[in-house]
């Protein structure tokens, strides 16, 4: 399929003419958008804006659900250590 590249972005076509049966033809292999240039320059901005800022969005709240994670084993460790030293089985706590 084409819609994600290999680095995880969108596929946008522009070519000129788009015609109907060529932005049928890429939206149905996998293309994101499909835009006439020279006319459609400026939707396609606004798309590789839209695009980008979805981008970012989604890096930044893969990157919270990873410290999340990584917050949850940290505070399991320490309740399992705080178990331990009061004679208490720490082993026993799972997530």
């Known amino acids: 399929m084409l819609a994600i590249s290999d680095d995880g972005i969108p596929l946008v076509l522009a070519a ?14 996998g293309a994101f958008d499909y835009f006439e240039l020279p006319r459609e320059l400026e939707l396609l901005v606004e798309r590789t804006d839209q ?29 399992r250590v705080a178990l331990e030293e009061r004679g208490l089985r720490g082993g026993d706590v799972t997530v």
């Open 51 to 79: 695009l980008v800022t979805l981008r970012l969005r989604i890096d930044r709240l893969r990157a919270d659900a990873d410290l999340d994670h990584l917050l949850v084993w940290q505070t399991v460790r320490r309740f």
């Open 16 to 29: 000129r003419p788009a015609t109907i049966e060529r932005r049928r033809s890429a939206l149905y292999f």
